[in-house]
Structure formats: C-alpha cells, structure tokens
C-alpha cells in the first residue's frame, strides 16, 4: 500500500484508490461483477485505469419497509438505487503492511432478501478493524425480484446467491494484495444474510472460497417446504419484462407477498434461497450436504431470546395485543417464544448439533441483552450494535432505547475480541460469555448426537 498522495493498492482487479479515515482505511463502492437483468453475475475484468473507491456503490432497488424504520430509524436514507449494485467495499487497519496477511470477514447483510446494502452506517464495521487487526470486506447483491424469485417466463432463481459467490472469488483473487489471507476468509452475516451463509455452505462452486462462518439470526425455520408458496409467487408476479423500468418491477413486488400470506410463518420471509435450482442441492438432500462440508467448516452460530419480538411490537397486525388490559403482554409473551424457537432457536441449535455431529466444530451463542427504556428487549438485531455501527448510527435508534453507549461499546469490545478469535482461529473456550449480554458454548460431537 501506498499512503501519499491517498493510499492505493496495486491489485489484480488494477490499482484501487482508496481513503484514509481516522484508524482505518476504506476502499469502498468497488465492483466485483455486472449483471443483466435476470442474468447470473459475471466478473468484473481488471482495469486498466485506477479504480477510485472513495464512495459508497448503489443498493439494489428495493421497496421502502416503513414499520422496519419504527425500530431502525430511516435505515436507507440518501441511499443511492441502481441494478448496477454488484459492488463491495473494504475496510481495514490504516497500518496494514501489504505482506501481513490478516484474517478476512465479507458481511452479508439482511433484510429478508428484499432491503439492505452492505455498506450501511449501521454496518460500520470501523471499531472491529480498528481493535481486531482484521479486514472487512461488505458485500451488496441483488434483492427481491431482481435476485430471489425467478419467473415463469425463465428468469432463474437464487441470482443474489450466485452474486454472493462471484463476490468470494473476487476476494479470494484480490485479498492478499490488501494485506489479507485468503485461506482465512470468514463469511458473517444477520437474518437471512445468514440463511444465505448456510446455503452458500452447499452451495456448488463455493467450496475453499471460505474456511469459517459465523451466522446471527438465521430464519432456517423458514427455509424449507417453500415450493408451493414460490409458485403462487411467481404466478402472481408473472413475467417480467427486461424492458420495464425498476419501479415498473418493484411495483410487482407487493403482489408477490400477497401472493404468500396463506403461506402462514413462511410469508414472513417469502423471498430466498430455492432448493434444486443452480447451486444448491434438492431439498431431500440438504441434510446430508450440510454433514458432508462439517468437517472442513468452523461454525459459530446463534440468535438473540426474544427474536420475534422485534417484529410483534413493530407490525401492526400483532402490536394491538399490547393495547389489551391484562392480557394482551401475556398473548404478546407466548407468540413471541412460539414464533423465536419455531422460526430461529431451535432450528439453529440443530444446525449447530448436526454440524459438530458430523465432525465440525460448532459454536453456539444467545444473545439476551435488554436494553432500559426499550420495549423490544432481546429481539432481532440488538445483538448488531455490539459488533458493527458506531455512536452517530445507534443514537436515538428505538432497539437500543436509553442503554448508553458506553455500556454498549464496553460490552461490545468484548463481543468484538471473542468474534475476532474465532475469525483467527476457529476455536474458543468451551464456555465464554459477556455478563447480561451474550453467552457463547462450544457444542460437542456427543451432544450433537444426542440432539
């Protein structure tokens, strides 16, 4: 790396301007592929000309999720949309020595598969770079229509996936000029940036673009018996033009999820991952492709105890039970614990059981922080701001309610210190935990057979 006039990186992909902010340097809004509509990735080619990587790149087009902002705040704001989204950013210490080969996270944002971008202030991932001696590379892929359905006029299903994939091999071909290790790569992600995590594990294609993974949140009790609801899906939707406009495709968007709310649990999440379709396996052999990759894969896997409180106290269908005297917080309680365990606890600790069973090692942890001040206690995402984000993204924010940010940062340096040595080594004590915050378990090949 060169620091003057701005750092720059002679990679691969071509020399790479970036910028220095504070400890951390940033390379941001690069491009790792281009895509025509309903078309699988192709990389990016090196480029002759320096690549100035001082912004952040488009978001995939997506509709706005106004109840999301209740407890996030206007996440998206002064985002710029564009299909020409396959971008990825890097962060990393502003010290970094071209040779010293630091171990390496790629984030993969959630957002149901239908919102989110990888570069997002809430995704900051500054603070763990900066303490850590890690690199952070942030991934944006296509969402919704554009990347998780398909069509019955032949558009193919699970594109954000194969984005993802194009992504990895970017990285693998450019990391070691930033510093990195390439056979050190961590994949992290949060809600179905983690079910997309777990199916990138079987994924074909995948296989030594990654050596560890670490998934908050994954909705894997969503992920099966999905067929039915993707082709009331995709009649709904019909086929899609490739010349229609992007506000032409999300305008079909909203019919999609109509399309889905017979579906029960499953129309919480309908877009995602399609089993049988390139890359993944059928839906029958899931299972034993997720034993067959354990032994080669560290896994740390958890969610937080009241996930589903984050959308029953922010969805309108369900947060009027909290108007009910007497009874409405009990109704509120017990849908929240049958919603968490069916949807995300149960199904994660069996995929951490299944995978030490099978000869991985396998990290389980439970988030069970409860911010003063918030009604939506240990849900969804709370675990984020103890990770990723800075002060200026979480104030005022309803998740974290009046918990001040020095006791978020004091607990998050630890979290950030335990995530980090996995990411170095893929082990951790057989118990570690942060008081009032998080608890973190190894699961043993015996528990995993008796799961």
Known sequence: MTTTPQPQFKTPAGTILAYRDGAVVRARGIRYARADRFQPPVAEPPSAAPILATQPGPVCPQVTDSVLAQA???????????????RLSLTLPADIRADEQLPVIVWVHGGSYVSGAGDLAFYDPASLVAEQRVIVVAVTYRLGLFGFLGSQGGTPPNLGLLDLLEALRWVQRNIAAFGGDAACVTLLGHSSGGDAIAHLLVAEGAQGLFRRVIMHSPPLGLARNRAALTRAMTAAVGSIPTSASPADVLLREPKAWAAARRFGLRSGMPFGTQYGAFPLPAEADIDQAWRAVAPGIDVLIGATAEELRFFAVIEPKFNWLLRVPVFGSALIKRLVSFGSHRIYLDPVDAFA????????RAYHFLFAYQPPGSVLGAAHTIDL???????????????????????INAAGKQVRQIWADFVRTGRLPSQVSVAGVVQVKQITQEQGKVA
């Open 72 to 86: 996030l705040g206007p996440v998206l704001a002064g985002i710029t949309y564009s299909e020409d989204c396959l």
């Open 385 to 407: 701001p103890f990770l990723l984000g800075s002060p200026a993204t979480w104030a005022n924010v309803p998740l974290v309610g009046d918990a001040p940010w020095a006791e």
């Open 353 to 360: 059981r299944r995978h030490a069973q099978a000869g991985g």
